[in-house]
């Protein structure tokens, strides 16, 4: 028997033992540790983590991610376990083997950075978290290409840096990087969430009340409008466009109302209609739209309240309040549907009843006057191509679509109300411009919110000075009156149902 197998199997034996042995591997040591943090069971993360840090050292086919991805789990853990004194070198060790690997500024650095200057400022070390907060941002700078995802992770850095640099006591600094972060979220298309949106908003906020004072005082229109406590009666609106089955259910919904009203009473009260000749048609056109079902909507109206003006003169005569109550509803939906000659001779009839009934003071009698006067007040502003209301629209800034929501738009006119009040009125000017264009996607075009956010919007317009601004502000101000008009002239038909 040869000595020679014996003397090769050794050899293996003990090469075998030289190599390291792995239970799991660090890859399953990682994702044992997000198991058991997931659980929250932070301890025996820790120790998950610690042995894929132990592992992937031994491991040749780790690379330096893999390095540095077993160095930021276990620095999170042990962050959560506020033991911070360890994990600050762990984060810093990471950083410095990716900018190794990758280069001192390539955009995998910027979440370990974030991380590590988060520590320094929970830590109360404002300067150091600066500064990395600082090279951080100059990553993100260079590394913007344009995209939304560039524009929000610089759009982070800027947040970050601000928040911290008024801590240390750098107002200037701090509202630079507010600025510019602002204007990075606003401009970010495809932003995720609203969430950093509104951390920015109330920090920004925050800030300009600390150092100069809170707004109390403010002139708003909007803030008017809230006091009122009618964010309930408001349309709400996403701010997406609608479905194909949306428009195909608007359809129905139209035709529906539409077929309700039988041929002879239509055409009955076609007949009946004063100056009938220069009257609206109804039409539903293959593509229905909110419009198409307020217009067929209105018609049954009319034709409801025709049916009961002449069922009440019949039964109660001509000079009943009854007649008078559904004349006056009749002129409401009139006036609602822009029929400002018909909803006059209506409203005039109404009004001699009541005159006749209960006397010059009665409260239906200054009611029926108001809507009068209401119904006049449309019609110049028609006549003088002042009643359209939507001139602003083509102007307005875009929002992100994550962003479109009723509390931005109202937080976005506080802050803008802030710099107004403090003189900074450029700021004002782009706050208040983001402000009316959430309201209008979050609202739609017939809001009383919306018209009070274009009044604030023309005022810092006017302070601003030039005749392009005190043009944009007139026109502001223009659709402002008119949406106004609108919302109130339906209000008032709503009043009679």
Request: net charge neutral; aromatic share 6%; hydrophobic share 40%.
């Amino acid at each position: 028997m040869t000595l020679k197998p014996i003397v090769f199997t050794c050899a293996l034996l003990v090469a075998a033992a030289a190599q390291p042995v792995f239970a799991l591997g660090f890859r399953e040591e990682l994702q044992e540790g997000d198991k058991r943090l997931q659980q929250k069971q932070l301890e025996l993360a820790e120790g998950s983590y610690r042995h894929a840090l132990r592992d992937v050292k031994r491991d040749p086919g780790a690379g330096a991610d893999d390095r540095a991805l077993c160095l930021v789990k276990l620095g999170a853990v042990l962050q959560m376990l506020d033991i911070t004194e360890e994990a600050q070198p762990l984060y810093k060790k990471a950083i410095k083997v990716l900018s190794r690997a990758h280069g001192a500024k390539s955009p995998l650095l910027l979440p370990d950075l974030m991380a590590l200057g988060l520590i320094f400022e929970l830590e109360g070390d404002y300067k150091k978290a600066i500064k990395i907060y600082q090279r951080a941002l100059d990553i993100a700078t260079v590394n913007n290409k344009g995209s939304d995802s560039d524009n929000i992770a610089q759009a982070d850095c800027e947040h970050d840096l601000g928040r911290t640099a008024f801590k240390n006591g750098d107002a200037p600094l701090a509202l630079a990087s507010y600025r510019r972060s602002m204007a990075l979220y606003m401009g970010a298309a495809g932003l995720p969430s609203s969430d950093p949106l509104q951390d920015l908003i109330s920090d920004y906020s925050d800030m300009l009340e600390k150092k100069y004072g809170p707004g109390r005082n403010l002139p708003s229109a909007v803030r008017n409008e809230l006091l009122k406590d009618r964010l309930g009666d408001l349309p709400q609106k996403r701010g997406v466009l609608p479905s194909s089955f949306e428009k195909e259910v608007t359809v129905r919904l139209a035709r529906e109302a539409f077929d309700k009203v039988p041929v002879e009473e239509l055409t009955k009260t076609e007949a009946a209609r004063p100056n009938s000749a220069n009257a609206e048609t109804v039409v539903l056109p293959s593509g229905g739209n909110d419009i198409v079902a307020d217009q067929a909507i209105g018609q049954q109206k009319i034709a409801f309240y025709e049916r009961m003006i002449a069922v009440d003169i019949k039964s109660l005569g001509a000079e009943h309040p009854s007649v008078a109550r559904d004349l006056s509803g009749l002129g409401a939906v009139y006036m609602a549907a822009g029929r400002y000659d018909e909803a006059k001779i209506v409203f005039m009839r109404a009004l001699k009843i009541y005159e006749t009934v209960y006397g010059d003071d009665a409260m239906l009698v200054k009611r029926t006057r108001t809507m009068l006067e209401l119904v006049t007040e449309n019609q110049i502003a028609a006549q003088s191509g002042d009643g359209a209301g939507t001139n602003f629209v083509a102007a307005l800034p875009p929002v992100p679509l994550a962003a479109q929501k009723l509390d931005i738009a109202i937080s976005l006119n506080y802050l803008a109300a802030l710099c107004f009040s403090l003189g900074r009125v450029e700021d004002a000017e782009k706050l208040y411009a983001w402000s009316v264009s959430d309201t209008y996607h979050t609202t739609g075009e017939r809001s009383l919110l919306l018209a009070a956010g274009l009044k604030d919007y023309a005022r810092v317009l006017r302070t601003a000075g030039g005749s392009a601004n005190v043009s944009r502000a007139e026109v502001l101000e223009s659709d402002a009156r008119a949406i106004t008009r609108r919302v109130l002239s339906q209000q008032a038909a709503g009043s009679y149902q």
